[in-house]
């Protein structure tokens, strides 16, 4: 440690003390952290995606993906020294509380960011590949309920997810920090049009195809006649958009519709928790030995 008590510099770390520190290109991937929309333009742009929070970053490094570079507030240098000694020739911007809040627009109340390069998306074939429960996002926009939504999907066994054209984005940082990182064990994939279009392919796959809805031809989670659907060996399951709910469209190309019965008479659940519930019960089962 140098004379003055200050900590001893991290191998390629880039001291931001002023706004005018702020300019450098680098730090491009960690501005407008607020603005989801505006995120979605950043991300594309730059490539990267933002893990927040140094569990959600030890899932992603342990996933495999590649940080471009760690953005650290001043008191988590212990707590990331491992980290960055791991990764050396990354750059490390640290810096005090008011400064890193001028540059992303919000209280790095978590202590840590990495801006990682954003994996090649999978074709829809590549995330089916091999699974038996699948889970699909019907324009579901909030990244609060999808990132909640991918965590019981990979708590509960699922094995793939398959989003639609205008559903959220899985690696926005909110929807990672959600997920707890689950998000990075869970292969996924955008469908290039409606779902109407890509169910036909499914079923070809072998799918039983169910879309969770309250509507009057609904199977009761809880009934017998659900069955088929439960012991189903490979099967996809559509969550409906926060406010309209399932497509007409989708809802009368699905083999069946299951609801979760609510006695009190209220109109729905929220959608992250009628899937914790659904996935609980359609989750995947042991098939009996022969
Ligand atoms: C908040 S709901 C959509 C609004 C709902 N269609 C309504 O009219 O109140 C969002 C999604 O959560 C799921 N959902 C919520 N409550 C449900 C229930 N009781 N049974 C089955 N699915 C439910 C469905 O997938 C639905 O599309």
Known sequence: MPDDGAPAPFPGEVRLQSAADLADPRLAPYTTLTDAALRRDVDAAHGVF???SSPVVRRALDAGHAPRS????????E??????AAHPGVPVFTGPDEVLTALTGF????GALAAMDRPAPRSVAEALDGAHRVLIAEDL??????GAVVRSAVALGWDALLLTPRAADPLYRRAIRVSMGTVFRLPWARADGPLEEALPAL????????????TDRAVGLDSPELEPVRTAERLALVLGQEGPGVRPETLAAVDAHVVIPMPAGVDSLNVAAAAAVALWELRPRDTPAA
């Open 50 to 52: 933002l893990a927040e």
């Open 70 to 77: 760690f953005l650290l507030g001043d008191r988590y240098r």
């Open 79 to 84: 707590t990331f020294a491992d980290v960055i």
């Open 107 to 110: 209280h790095l109340h978590r």
């Open 141 to 146: 926009v909030d990244h609060t309920n999808l």
């Open 203 to 214: 079923r070809a796959a072998g799918f039983a195809t169910a879309a969770l809805e309250v």
